[in-house]
T-cell receptor, first 114, second 114 residues
C-alpha cells in the first residue's frame, strides 16, 4: 500500500515549457487535490476533484489545468511555465470531502522554472 | 478574510524538553481544527483532528487543545526527540466552502538539538 505517489520528484523547466505532474493513490479515495507550497506561505489549493469525472478550481488555479484520469489518478498540467510557478507541489487524497475526512499527502514535486 | 496565524515562526529546543506551539484563527464558523507534521522534503502527515466541541486530543507525545470561544489552539510536545524536528501546520476547516474548505497556517518550524 503505497498511499499517494507523485512523479517526478524534481523538475527544472525553462519559461514557456510545458509539463504534467502525475499523482496516483491506491486507497480507493474519492477526492483528490493539488496544492502548492511556497516559502513563508501556507499550502494553497490549486484544483480539486471531489469524485471521478469532476474537477473544480481552488484558490490559485490560473496557469494550471487538471485531469482526473480515473479514480486513482489526478494530473496537473502547466501549459506554459512561468517563474512564478516555481514551488513545491503536493497531491493529496481523501475518502470524501475535506470537511470530514482526513487528507493524505504525497511526497511532493519540487519544480523550478528558470 | 478567514485566517490562521501560527506562532512562533520558529523554535529551537533541547532534546527532552517540552514545548508548546500556538494557533489563532478567525474562521467562523468552523468544523474542525487539525495539526499536521511536515518533515523536511516530505508531505504533511496528520497528527490530530478536533471538532469544535472537543477541548483536547492526544497522539502519543503530542497533545492538542482547542478553545473555540477564544479561537485558539495549541500543540504541546512532551519530552521532545530529535525526530520531532519538523514544521507543524495548523489547519482550520470552513464549513461554508466545499473543496476549498481547508485553511492552512504558515507553520512553525521546530528544531530539536542534542
Amino acid at each position: 500500500n503505497a498511499g499517494v505517489t507523485q512523479t517526478p520528484k524534481f523538475q527544472v523547466l525553462k519559461t514557456g515549457q510545458s509539463m504534467t505532474l502525475q499523482c496516483a493513490q491506491d486507497m480507493n479515495h474519492n477526492s483528490m487535490y493539488w496544492y502548492r507550497q511556497d516559502p513563508g506561505m501556507g499550502l494553497r489549493l490549486i484544483y480539486y476533484s471531489a469524485s471521478e469525472g469532476t474537477t473544480d478550481k481552488g484558490e490559485v488555479p490560473n496557469g494550471y489545468n487538471v485531469s482526473r484520469l480515473n479514480k486513482r489518478e489526478f494530473s496537473l498540467r502547466l501549459e506554459s511555465a512561468a517563474p512564478s510557478q516555481t514551488s513545491v507541489y503536493f497531491c493529496a487524497s481523501s475518502e470524501g470531502g475535506p470537511l470530514t475526512y482526513e487528507q493524505y499527502f504525497g511526497p511532493g514535486t519540487r519544480l523550478t522554472v528558470t | 478574510k478567514n485566517q490562521v496565524e501560527q506562532s512562533p515562526q520558529s523554535l529551537i529546543i533541547l532534546e527532552g524538553k517540552n514545548c508548546t506551539l500556538q494557533c489563532n484563527y478567525t474562521v467562523s464558523p468552523f468544523s474542525n481544527l487539525r495539526w499536521y507534521k511536515q518533515d523536511t522534503g516530505r508531505g504533511p502527515v496528520s497528527l490530530t483532528i478536533m471538532t469544535f466541541s472537543e477541548n483536547t486530543k492526544s497522539n502519543g507525545r503530542y497533545t492538542a487543545t482547542l478553545d473555540a470561544d477564544t479561537k485558539q489552539s495549541s500543540l504541546h510536545i512532551t519530552a521532545s526527540q530529535l525526530s520531532d524536528s519538523a514544521s507543524y501546520i495548523c489547519v482550520v476547516s470552513d464549513p461554508t466552502q466545499a473543496g476549498t474548505a481547508l485553511i492552512f497556517g504558515k507553520g512553525t518550524t521546530l528544531s530539536v538539538s542534542s
